[in-house]
């Protein structure tokens, strides 16, 4: 059974039409990373998942129920949510805060400690919310979606304001969650730390469907090429590779398809004045830019 | 059940932390206090006069503080925690909108009348002690009634308040507009009132026009204060609803009217409104 199921949602505000068309099936387990630029309809989407709106059309189902339902209720215990820019209560400590949280799902007390504990909060746990940083408020707000256990967590720029080694063991606290069961969608700006960790990519523009599949699948898709920078002076490519590259002051920049490379690299190598090779690999970034301009485009056209 | 239960005690819980508690106890047991010791200081004496003089006094003050410190109180409610983010949060929670702003708004209620409670307790304990003329069984009577009523206006405010709370987007606003809210019931209505009575030179509709004081939830309550005691004369302005006698009953329930109805719109309007 399918944990999300998005069929044909539209979702449409006095003036803006913010969903146009979206299909959405999420497995048990998985981890999908929702991308676009801002208004694109990610967040939209979310609270659509969540149940906090209804779609104009179309239909949204979670674990098989309308989450904006009169069975919504129950459903609601095996959610985590964490949005953006939350500051709760800035007069509570953070052991407060998570305490509230926890009686309103009604979860044992026992599990606050141990969630501040986890995301890494016990020392400020007696501190009041209004003397903690950023990062820490993110950190809480993690504490909180993670109450309960939840089948599915929805995280909304979770790494926002937090340092490289926090984002690590975030993303690592992510992946022990899938490893429990657990269903993830994760909303982020900050592509680059997240493409390791997600099975699945979800890419939207202005409401619609732009790119979706897994990391392999999309640089399939995309067949956006492979860049190499050599290093090295007085180099001569073999004629076939000449028309792809480009001469720059420290080497030479060239640019083949993914299923050229090794065949390139084979070349490169026999040649002895090359110093250092760079390989790059398209990422989710460029991924998402190939997306983004092909359909601003579109859009222009 | 359970949740309303933990929002109202966080509220509560709030209240006692942000001093709020403290603050209103102490504002009130002061002015009552100190209204029935200096009450008859106009008249060349200090020393405690009769309760019910004090109790009359109290009550055309309350009329101005009770309102506006409700209406603090609250004024933010919804739209504070919508601002902190907390709102979208609570709404993914096990939790209808009604059963939180039911719980909130009870938070509020009791931190208003445990608040009320204490400030005018301790102002009658301090008056049953010191003045030789007003004994503890004198005192309890009259006392709890204007403690009740007291209570009364302070959630029909709360209450107000909740609706200015639930239909704004930002605290600012709902800030003005509680100030414009008391404004108009504290100053702007009786004035309203008295500027048409003089400008139709009395010539009004006796039978009726009396009735328009039940149109204001702080003339209701002085009204019902005034017409407890039974020796305290209608003056000035409150002396328009001579003509109508209400009856205490009456008073009583178009407070509670007054309060049930925001309440009510409160719920509806936080139902209906956008997150």
């Not at chain 2, 005690?9 to 002015?31: P, Q």
């Not at chain 2, 009329?63 to 409610?77: E, N, R, S």
Request: hydrophobic share 50%; charged share 15%.
């Amino acid at each position: 059974m399918s944990i999300v199921e998005l069929s044909n949602v539209e979702k449409h505000y006095q003036n803006v039409h913010a969903l146009k068309q979206l299909n959405l099936s999420l497995n048990q387990g998985e981890i999908l990373g929702l991308f676009g630029h801002n208004g694109a309809g990610k967040t939209t989407t979310i609270k659509l998942i969540l149940g906090l709106i209804k779609p104009s059309a179309g239909q949204v189902q979670v674990f098989g129920e309308d989450p904006a339902g009169d069975n919504a209720y129950h459903l609601r215990r095996q959610l985590g949510f964490l949005q953006e820019n939350v500051s709760f209560y800035q007069q509570l400590t953070g052991l407060e805060v998570v305490s509230y949280f926890a009686k309103l799902k009604g979860c044992d007390k026992k599990q606050c400690g141990e969630l501040l504990e986890q995301v890494g909060l016990s020392h400020a746990a007696k501190r009041r919310v209004k003397t903690y940083s950023k990062g820490m408020r993110q950190r809480l707000g993690l504490a909180q979606a993670l109450l309960g256990e939840p089948k599915l967590l929805l995280l909304d720029e979770p790494t926002v304001g937090l340092d490289p080694i926090a984002t690590q063991d975030f993303y690592q606290s992510i992946a022990q969650l899938k490893a429990q069961g657990s269903t993830v969608i994760l909303c982020s700006h900050m592509l680059a730390g997240v493409e390791k960790y997600i099975d699945r990519a979800l890419i939207l523009g202005q409401g619609k469907l732009l790119a979706e599949g897994s990391l392999k699948q999309l640089r399939q898709q995309t067949d956006l090429p492979v860049s190499l920078h050599i290093y090295g002076s007085n180099i001569t490519l073999p004629k076939q590779l000449q028309d792809k590259a480009t001469t720059q002051d420290d080497g030479i920049h060239l640019q083949v398809s993914p299923q050229q490379k090794m065949a390139t690299l084979r070349q490169i190598m026999m040649l002895s004045e090359v110093d250092n090779i760079d390989l790059h690999m398209p990422s989710l970034d460029d991924i998402y830019m190939h997306y983004m301009t092909d359909f601003q485009q579109k859009e222009h056209r | 059940m359970q949740a309303i239960f933990t929002v109202a005690n966080k509220e509560f819980h709030d209240g006692l932390r942000n001093r709020w508690v403290v603050a209103i106890s102490l504002i009130f047991a002061l002015l009552a206090t100190g209204l029935a010791y200096f009450g008859a200081a106009a008249s060349g004496q200090a020393g405690f006069t009769t309760l019910s003089s004090t109790l009359v006094s109290l009550a055309s003050l309350a009329v101005f503080i009770i309102p506006l410190i409700a209406l603090m109180l609250a004024y933010d409610a919804v739209v504070g925690e919508d601002e902190n983010g907390t709102l979208l949060l609570l709404m993914t929670y096990p939790l209808s909108r009604w059963q939180l702003i039911v719980g909130k708004m009870l938070g509020h209620w009791l931190i208003m009348a445990f608040s009320t409670i204490c400030g005018f307790g301790l102002s009658a304990i301090i008056i049953a002690v010191f003045s030789d003329t007003t004994s503890w069984s004198e005192l309890l009577g009259p006392y709890s009634f204007f403690i009740i009523c007291a209570i009364l206006l302070g959630w029909i405010f709360i209450a107000i308040a909740y609706v200015i709370s639930a239909c704004v987007s930002e605290k600012s606003k709902a800030a003005g507009i509680a100030l414009i809210v008391w404004f108009i019931f504290v100053l702007m209505f009786d004035l309203s009132l008295l500027g048409l009575l003089v400008s139709t030179e009395g010539n009004v509709n006796a039978q009726l026009f009396p009735y328009l004081l039940l149109l204001n939830p702080t003339d209701i309550f002085r009204l019902l204060i005034i017409g407890f005691f039974a020796d305290q004369q209608l003056s000035g302005f409150m002396s328009i609803a001579q003509y109508a006698h209400f009856s205490t009953p009456l008073l009583f329930a178009s407070l509670v009217i007054w309060f049930i109805t925001p309440v009510l719109l409160a719920i509806s309007l936080f139902n209906k409104r956008k997150l």
